[in-house]
C-alpha cells in the first residue's frame, strides 16, 4: 500500500517540476524571440513588426531589417544564440562555495536545460530544414550541414550529461523511499501535463505562420513537387492525388535525426543521473520554495499571455 507520506512528496516534487519547468520554457521563449531574434533585427537596423507567443509552445517575431546577407544569418540565428548565452551564464554565474546549495543546482540544472533546448533545436532545424536552422541548411552543403548538426548534438548531450549529473540526486534525496519510483512519476507527470498543454494548444490555434516555420525542407519540396504535377494532371483522381503524394514523401524522406538525438539525449541523461551525487546540504521542498516556484511561473506564464495579447 503506498504510503501517504511518499505520495505527497511525490507531490511536491512535481509541482516544483512542473513549475520550474513552465517558467523555464516561458522565459527561454521571451528571451529566444525578443531579446534574441527582436533585438538582433533592432541592432541590424530594422524593427519588429509582429510577434506570437505561444502560451504553453513556441512563438515567432516578424521584423523588418536591410535584407543583407549578414543581417539575415544574425537575426535568424539571434534566438539560438542569446539562449545560449543565457543558459551558461546560469552555469557559470554562481560562485563554486554555493554550487552545493538545492537552489544553485536547480538553477545550473535551468541553465543547462535551456542550452540543451538551444543546441537540439539548431542541430536539428540545420539538418531538416526548420525553425532557425533553416538559414544554415540553405547556406551550407550536405557535409557541412552534417557536421554542424553532429557536433549541435554531441554538445547537447554533455550538457544533457551535466545537467542531469548536478540535480538528480537532490531531486532524488527529497523523496523518503522508492526514490527512483518516485522521480520517475514526478517527471512523467510533470513533463505530459507541459507536453500535453503544448501540443494542444498549437493544434487549437492552428497559426499558420508556425507551422511554416517548423515545417522541415523535405516537406516544403515534397508540397512544391505535387504542386506542378497537379498543374499538369490536373484531371487526376483522389486516390491518385493521395498516391502522389504518398510516393513524393517516401522520395523525399529523409534520415530521422531529431528523433536519433532525442534518444542520445535521453541516454546522457540517464548517464549523468547515475554519476549524479548527492548534495552536501540535505534538500528540503518547503511550503515556501514551491511558493516561489508557483510564483516565479505563474508570472512567467502571465508575461507571455501579455506580450501575446499586446499584438494581437
Known sequence: MTSRPWLVAVAKLTALLGCVSLATSRIGLVVHELVGHGGAAIACGGQVTDVTLFWFAGGWVQSSYPPTHATVVIVMLGGIAIELVAGAALWLALSRRSRTSFGALS????????????????????????????????????????????????????????????????????????????????????????????????????????????????????????????????????????????????????????IVLGICVAAAVVAGAVRSRTPAEPPALTGRLLARAIAVALGSLAAVIAIDLAFH
Do not use: N
Open 107 to 258: 538553477v545550473r540544472a535551468v541553465g543547462a536545460t535551456l542550452v540543451v533546448h538551444a543546441l537540439c533545436y539548431l542541430a536539428g532545424g540545420t539538418y531538416h530544414g526548420f525553425g532557425d536552422g533553416i538559414v544554415l541548411y540553405r547556406e551550407l552543403g550536405d557535409g557541412a550541414r552534417l557536421a554542424v548538426a553532429l557536433v549541435a548534438g554531441a554538445v547537447a548531450c554533455g550538457a544533457a550529461y551535466a545537467g542531469a549529473r548536478s540535480i538528480v540526486r537532490a531531486l532524488l534525496a527529497t523523496l523518503p523511499a522508492r526514490r527512483v519510483a518516485g522521480l520517475a512519476l514526478a517527471v512523467a507527470i510533470a513533463g505530459g501535463v507541459q507536453v500535453a498543454l503544448a501540443v494542444g494548444e498549437v493544434q487549437l490555434r492552428r497559426d499558420a505562420v508556425y507551422a511554416r516555420i517548423m515545417k522541415p525542407e523535405r516537406d516544403r519540396l515534397a508540397e512544391r513537387e505535387l504542386a506542378e504535377w497537379l498543374r499538369r494532371h490536373h484531371d487526376a483522381s483522389a486516390a491518385e492525388r493521395e498516391a502522389e503524394a504518398r510516393a513524393l514523401a517516401a522520395r523525399h524522406r529523409d534520415f530521422p535525426f531529431a
